[in-house]
Nanobody, 115 residues
Framework: VQLVESGGGLVQPGGSLRLSCAAS????????MKWYRQAPGKERELVAA????????NYADSVKGRFTISRDNAKNTVYLQMNSLKPEDTAVYYC?????????WGQGTQVTVSS
């Protein structure tokens, strides 16, 4: 089983990034997919979630209207489009597959928002 995040990096405030999480080794289309983030000295927090078929999403209040989660079950990939980034969005972003009997985590990708 693997979840491999990519797309992180350094971006200026107001900029955009698109994170990707490529899954393998399990039946991706049966899992709710989530993005979490963890900033230095803070607890890991849920950022966004999407149901297995992609029909429903939800977001943390802090990112509503700026971030969009989506998935492509044919490509076993979940995305997080991040717009209007703020310095407080700086964190390691983790992909999480949430199933009935099992769950999996990616290794994380660093997002730094700074001028």
């Amino acid at each position: 089983v693997q979840l491999v995040e990519s797309g992180g990096g350094l971006v200026q405030p107001g900029g955009s990034l698109r994170l990707s999480c490529a899954a393998s080794g399990f039946t991706f289309s049966r899992y709710v997919m989530k993005w979490y983030r963890q900033a230095p000295g803070k607890e890991r927090e849920l950022v966004a979630a999407i149901t297995s078929a992609g029909g429903s999403t939800n977001y943390a209040d802090s990112v509503k209207g700026r971030f969009t989660i989506s998935r492509d079950n044919a490509k076993n990939t979940v995305y997080l489009q991040m717009n209007s980034l703020k310095p407080e969005d700086t964190a390691v972003y983790y992909c999480h597959a949430d199933g009935v009997r099992s769950d999996y985590w990616g290794q994380g990708t660093q997002v730094t928002v700074s001028s």
